[in-house]
Protein backbone atom coordinates (compact mmCIF):
# COMPACT_ATOMS: atom_id res chain seq x y z
CA UNK A 1 0.00 0.00 0.00
CA UNK A 2 1.55 3.53 -0.67
CA UNK A 3 2.37 5.77 2.31
CA UNK A 4 1.22 9.73 1.53
CA UNK A 5 2.99 10.97 4.95
CA UNK A 6 1.39 8.57 7.44
CA UNK A 7 -2.30 8.21 5.38
CA UNK A 8 -2.74 4.84 2.75
CA UNK A 9 -3.90 5.74 -0.33
CA UNK A 10 -7.18 3.90 0.33
CA UNK A 11 -8.05 6.77 3.20
CA UNK A 12 -7.37 9.61 1.34
CA UNK A 13 -10.46 11.36 0.68
CA UNK A 14 -10.86 14.73 -1.70
CA UNK A 15 -14.05 17.44 -1.40
CA UNK A 16 -14.94 19.67 -3.62
CA UNK A 17 -17.31 22.74 -3.39
CA UNK A 18 -18.03 25.59 -5.78
CA UNK A 19 -17.83 29.08 -4.29
CA UNK A 20 -19.93 31.66 -5.84
CA UNK A 21 -18.43 35.63 -5.72
CA UNK A 22 -20.04 38.34 -7.07
CA UNK A 23 -17.55 41.16 -7.53
CA UNK A 24 -18.53 44.88 -7.08
CA UNK A 25 -15.99 47.08 -9.35
CA UNK A 26 -13.92 46.53 -12.26
CA UNK A 27 -10.70 45.57 -10.41
CA UNK A 28 -11.26 44.19 -6.93
CA UNK A 29 -9.38 42.13 -4.49
CA UNK A 30 -11.47 39.95 -2.36
CA UNK A 31 -10.88 38.27 0.37
CA UNK A 32 -12.49 34.87 0.11
CA UNK A 33 -10.63 33.44 3.14
CA UNK A 34 -13.60 32.83 5.03
CA UNK A 35 -14.97 31.28 2.19
CA UNK A 36 -12.21 28.89 1.96
CA UNK A 37 -12.10 27.68 5.53
CA UNK A 38 -15.93 27.58 5.46
CA UNK A 39 -15.07 24.67 3.01
CA UNK A 40 -12.34 23.21 4.41
CA UNK A 41 -14.26 22.48 7.68
CA UNK A 42 -16.82 21.26 5.71
CA UNK A 43 -14.91 18.42 4.17
CA UNK A 44 -13.84 16.69 7.28
CA UNK A 45 -10.43 16.60 5.88
CA UNK A 46 -8.05 17.06 8.90
CA UNK A 47 -4.52 16.70 6.84
CA UNK A 48 -3.89 17.36 3.38
CA UNK A 49 -4.12 20.92 0.90
CA UNK A 50 -6.36 22.55 -0.14
CA UNK A 51 -6.40 23.71 -4.19
CA UNK A 52 -8.36 26.83 -4.58
CA UNK A 53 -8.59 27.44 -8.65
CA UNK A 54 -10.48 30.36 -10.61
CA UNK A 55 -11.91 28.84 -14.10
CA UNK A 56 -11.95 32.34 -15.43
CA UNK A 57 -9.45 34.02 -17.86
CA UNK A 58 -10.02 37.70 -16.31
CA UNK A 59 -9.49 36.59 -12.95
CA UNK A 60 -6.90 35.26 -10.50
CA UNK A 61 -5.66 34.02 -7.36
CA UNK A 62 -3.08 35.27 -4.60
CA UNK A 63 -2.25 35.32 -1.07
CA UNK A 64 -0.88 38.49 0.87
CA UNK A 65 -1.78 40.79 3.65
CA UNK A 66 -5.30 41.86 3.61
CA UNK A 67 -4.75 45.75 4.01
CA UNK A 68 -6.05 48.70 2.01
CA UNK A 69 -2.47 50.24 1.17
CA UNK A 70 -1.11 47.48 0.03
CA UNK A 71 -3.77 46.59 -2.55
CA UNK A 72 -4.71 49.82 -3.62
CA UNK A 73 -0.52 49.48 -4.78
CA UNK A 74 -0.97 46.22 -6.31
CA UNK A 75 -3.76 47.75 -8.25
CA UNK A 76 -0.83 50.70 -8.78
CA UNK A 77 1.73 48.48 -9.54
CA UNK A 78 -0.60 46.67 -11.88
CA UNK A 79 -1.38 49.72 -13.81
CA UNK A 80 2.14 50.39 -14.13
CA UNK A 81 3.03 46.71 -15.59
CA UNK A 82 -0.50 46.21 -17.63
CA UNK A 83 -1.95 49.50 -18.48
CA UNK A 84 -5.45 49.19 -19.27
CA UNK A 85 -5.37 51.15 -22.41
CA UNK A 86 -1.66 49.31 -24.11
CA UNK A 87 -2.68 48.81 -27.29
CA UNK A 88 -3.23 45.16 -27.31
CA UNK A 89 -4.12 43.67 -29.98
CA UNK A 90 -6.83 41.41 -28.25
CA UNK A 91 -8.15 44.81 -27.67
CA UNK A 92 -10.06 44.55 -31.45
CA UNK A 93 -11.28 41.11 -30.71
CA UNK A 94 -12.82 41.95 -27.36
CA UNK A 95 -11.87 45.31 -24.91
CA UNK A 96 -10.19 43.53 -21.65
CA UNK A 97 -6.63 42.15 -22.78
CA UNK A 98 -5.26 44.09 -19.98
CA UNK A 99 -7.42 42.15 -17.77
CA UNK A 100 -6.75 38.75 -19.37
CA UNK A 101 -2.39 40.11 -19.02
CA UNK A 102 -3.11 40.74 -15.45
CA UNK A 103 -4.39 37.53 -14.62
CA UNK A 104 -1.75 35.50 -16.36
CA UNK A 105 1.04 37.45 -14.16
CA UNK A 106 -0.97 36.17 -10.84
CA UNK A 107 -2.31 32.89 -12.03
CA UNK A 108 -5.23 30.93 -11.56
CA UNK A 109 -4.14 28.50 -8.81
CA UNK A 110 -3.08 27.99 -5.04
CA UNK A 111 -2.43 25.07 -2.91
CA UNK A 112 -2.58 26.02 0.48
CA UNK A 113 -1.46 22.90 3.03
CA UNK A 114 -4.21 22.04 5.71
CA UNK A 115 -3.85 20.61 9.53
CA UNK A 116 -5.65 19.90 12.02
CA UNK A 117 -9.08 20.27 9.78
CA UNK A 118 -7.22 24.65 9.06
CA UNK A 119 -5.68 25.74 6.47
CA UNK A 120 -1.81 26.52 7.28
CA UNK A 121 -2.20 30.49 6.91
CA UNK A 122 0.61 32.55 8.54
CA UNK A 123 -0.41 35.46 10.90
CA UNK A 124 -1.11 37.97 8.08
CA UNK A 125 -2.05 36.08 5.08
CA UNK A 126 -4.91 35.78 3.24
CA UNK A 127 -6.71 34.21 0.12
CA UNK A 128 -7.96 36.81 -2.98
CA UNK A 129 -10.08 36.44 -6.30
CA UNK A 130 -8.28 39.29 -8.08
CA UNK A 131 -11.43 40.71 -10.37
CA UNK A 132 -9.99 42.33 -13.76
CA UNK A 133 -12.65 42.79 -15.38
CA UNK A 134 -16.08 43.21 -13.64
CA UNK A 135 -18.38 43.75 -11.93
CA UNK A 136 -19.01 39.71 -12.56
CA UNK A 137 -20.54 36.69 -11.29
CA UNK A 138 -17.31 34.41 -10.52
CA UNK A 139 -16.89 30.71 -9.58
CA UNK A 140 -14.35 29.84 -7.19
CA UNK A 141 -12.96 25.97 -6.65
CA UNK A 142 -11.97 24.83 -3.53
CA UNK A 143 -10.47 20.99 -3.60
CA UNK A 144 -9.90 19.37 -0.34
CA UNK A 145 -7.48 16.46 -0.04
CA UNK A 146 -6.27 14.50 2.36
CA UNK A 147 -7.32 12.17 5.44
CA UNK A 148 -9.53 12.32 8.25
Avoid: C
Avoid at 117 to 135: C, H, K, N, V, Y
Wanted: cysteine-free; overall charge negative.
Amino acid sequence: MLNLGGASLHEMRTFLKELSIKTSGRVEFRDITREVEEAVRESGIKSGVAIIFTPHTTTGIFMNEDEGGLKRDLERILEKLIPEKGGYMHDEVDYNAYAHLRSIILGASLAVPVEGGRLMLGTWQSIFLAEFDGPRSRRVYVRVMGSD
